[in-house]
């Protein structure tokens, strides 16, 4: 079955960085679309950036353009969210997603397959 696996989430200070990571198995992967979302408590999941099945110019947020960053390997079937200049709004859940070919920038019904989730907490 498919599988998504987040890791790299953590405590840090504002204007600090960290880097979010995503292994894939049990899909093409060179197929899908990949995207990042996040989710405080009390809101909607919201979309934060995506790369499409060829890379090509990514999708983001407009809260995150200029300081996230994402990236695919194909080889590896995995994906990266190079997070920086963190803000205390930036704290979320992060959620990896997978959706054949294109990405959109949501809604989260968009994509077919979900990660668990990683926890990002940015202190002021």
């Known amino acids: 079955q498919v599988q998504l696996v987040e890791s790299g989430g953590g405590l840090v200070q504002a204007g600090g960085s960290l880097s979010l990571s995503c292994a894939a198995s049990?899909?093409?992967?060179?197929?899908?679309?990949m995207g990042w979302f996040r989710q405080a408590p009390g809101k909607e999941r919201d979309f934060v950036a995506g790369?499409?099945?060829?890379?090509?110019?990514?999708l983001y947020a407009d809260s995150v353009k200029g300081r996230f960053t994402i990236s695919r390997d194909n080889a590896k079937t995995m994906v990266f969210l190079q997070m920086n200049s963190l803000k205390p709004e930036d704290t979320a859940v992060y959620y990896c997603?997978?959706?054949?070919?294109?990405?959109?920038?949501?809604?989260?019904?968009?994509?077919?397959?979900w990660g668990q989730g990683t926890q990002v907490t940015v202190s002021s």
């Open positions: 997603a997978a959706r054949w070919r294109m990405v959109v920038p949501g809604p989260a019904s968009e994509y077919d397959y």
């Open positions: 049990g899909l093409t992967f060179s197929t899908y679309g």
């Open positions: 790369i499409s099945w060829r890379g090509g110019s990514p």
